[in-house]
């Protein structure tokens, strides 16, 4: 037997025994809607399956967000599709019992769009703000995202995103977003096995280099060798590929050729022609 | 405009938006009720308004919890009060921009009373579940508790609680409670400046030991140091302190003397007179 205040108000949903809301026991997506369509939808539903196993918990929720979705998304122009995940509830404390889900499933219009500045790049900023290395959870975005908050909490003003390092210093990725970088043609981004989270658009980016025969390396670098790169860029499911123009005092000319000929085959529905 | 579906049903409730459920974007509190009062409500007040400031919460929201918990915990012969806070919710996005908070307090029965050991100890295990080391979180009880879940989940039959070390394998106490030991007559208990949650029962045993004059050291110990102690034991606010009668191969006998003291001392509701 339950007794609730919610902001001083009795309250009987079973949302307030959310093993999501309590422990963070649970993963997310966040899409794009386009046109009545979730973008890349497979790919979601497939992230989610996977990292929702990553943490013991069935993909039967997860597959049966498909469907759902796509019906809430449906008739709208341009908009944010959110699919939350959590293991359902069934006793007090942190052992869980059950490898069964709860689904939130959330549209939200996108009005305007998102400021994109695809021809002149966005800035972003080093954060002060390191992500802690656990292998166990590295790669899934599951929802204690604490860190991502205290690190966009110091943006600075006009900028846009913050690239957050490990405790050694070594980049990962934006707080929301995957990192890239291109040097003397090849295309790099960190390897995400303590920390940080593997975007679906990191995946998408990494296939379309394969095709425009671009080298490309995951791996373990320092700061230095972002600072040393031709081109950066930003990736996630909303926007895409982001141009970065400035990280701090590094400028870069933006967007570059590489990052160019990516978003061009890339041809995400936000972006240009 | 939001859209919304939970469990496959439409639906409009607030709490959906919650950057508690969305990030882990706040912190909570897990108190005893006995005899209709909540035990040590003060003490757990000033560590959630403490916790929540460390992370940029108002103080108005915790101040709050403390009439109305204590309302609600009226008429409960024992029960587990847990008050959970969060960050208000005013746009998309990790970004925070406010410290404004709402919050949920939940009274549950405690029927039957807790498996409390205390004459014979608990069984522990070691957990393989290491905790990442992020400062700025270090010593608050936030809502991201993935890492105890992963711990918990991994209990053996007839063990109790985990032992969860850093990631250079330095005990730093179990999932949901805090771990102390006593060698030659002084008692040690990790410092939580890296990860770990300083909980209200840790202070109190300090307190209390401060009274009876036993010799206490917080600092950064090794798991031989641990497993040298003649005594250990764990704390937390519904069971008060558990002595630990094993810990994988090693044994204690349990309680030991110094245990006992400050067992008797703390005068815990739930404990043996």
Redesign the interface.
């Known amino acids: 037997?339950?007794?609730?205040?919610?902001?001083?108000h009795p309250?009987t949903?079973s949302?307030?025994a959310?093993?999501?809301?309590?422990?963070?026991?649970g993963v997310?997506r966040t899409a794009l809607v386009f046109e009545g369509r979730v973008v890349d939808l497979d790919r979601h539903i497939e992230k989610l399956v996977s990292d929702a196993g990553q943490?013991?918990l069935s993909p039967t929720g997860a597959k049966?967000c498909r469907g759902?979705i796509q019906a809430?998304a449906a008739g709208h122009a341009s908009a944010?599709a959110k699919m939350?995940l959590?293991?359902r509830s069934e006793q007090?404390?942190?052992?869980?019992s059950t490898t069964d889900t709860?689904?939130?499933?959330?549209?939200?219009?996108l009005r305007p769009l998102p400021a994109i500045a695809w021809q002149s790049g966005i800035e972003v900023q080093r954060s002060a703000?390191?992500l802690?290395?656990?292998p166990?959870?590295a790669g899934i975005k599951?929802?204690?995202?604490?860190?991502?908050?205290?690190?966009?909490?110091q943006?600075r003003r006009n900028v846009t995103e913050a690239i957050q390092c490990d405790?050694s210093g070594r980049p990962i990725g934006g707080?929301?977003s995957n990192l890239f970088w291109v040097r003397a043609g090849d295309l790099y981004t960190p390897r995400l096995s303590a920390?940080g989270v593997a975007g679906v658009m990191r995946q998408k980016v990494l296939e379309i280099a394969q095709m425009l025969r671009i080298p490309w390396r995951i791996g373990d670098f320092e700061w230095c060798d972002f600072e040393a790169a031709d081109e950066a860029f930003l990736t996630n499911s909303l926007i895409g590929i982001w141009p970065v123009r400035a990280c701090d005092r590094r400028k870069w000319r933006a967007p570059g050729a590489v990052t160019r000929a990516l978003m061009q085959k890339l041809s995400h529905p936000l972006a240009p022609a």
């Open positions: 037997v339950t007794l609730a205040l919610f902001n001083g309250e949903g949302w307030m959310s093993r999501g809301l309590h422990y963070g026991d997310f943490i013991s049966a759902e809430l944010v939350v959590w293991r007090r404390g942190y052992r869980p709860e689904r939130l499933l959330l549209i939200d219009e703000v390191t802690a290395q656990q166990l959870l599951h929802l204690g995202r604490m860190e991502q908050v205290l690190a966009s909490a943006l405790a707080t929301r920390c």
